[in-house]
């Protein structure tokens, strides 16, 4: 099992920028592929990028490709996601999840292991 710890949300100005952060207790951080979502208020979940187990590949939604990166530290047991040119679109939940397979998955299904969210508001 793993538990996840997402860290660094907060208030930021339209065309402002966060670096999120999702800490991994546990073992066997370094297998797992990895992703982050979000959630706005009465809205669905929403896939924002993934990444594989040893981070040498990535996968991003539309709606942040070029805005956001995902990383992971496997030697640190963390992953995160940097989020620049933010718009209040953006607002909403943000949660790192863990998935068991070997393959990248964009539904909140797909993964096993959710933290508990961290809150990012775009003011304009």
């Known amino acids: 099992q793993v538990q996840l710890v997402e860290s660094g949300g907060g208030m930021v100005q339209t065309g402002g920028s966060l670096r999120l952060s999702c800490a991994a207790a546990g073992r066997f951080f370094n297998r797992y592929f990895m992703g982050w979502f979000r959630q706005a208020p009465e809205k669905e979940r929403e896939f924002l990028a993934a990444i594989t187990d040893n981070g040498g590949s990535t996968y991003y939604a539309d709606s942040v490709k070029g805005r956001f990166t995902i990383a992971r530290d496997n030697a640190r047991n963390m992953m995160y996601l940097q989020m620049n040119s933010l718009n209040p679109e953006d607002t909403a939940v943000y949660y790192c999840?863990?998935?068991?397979?070997?393959?990248?998955?964009?539904?909140?299904?797909?993964?096993?292991?959710w933290g508990q969210g961290t809150p990012v508001t775009v003011s304009s």
């Open positions: 999840a863990a998935r068991q397979y070997y393959s990248l998955s964009t539904i909140p299904s797909g993964y096993f292991a």
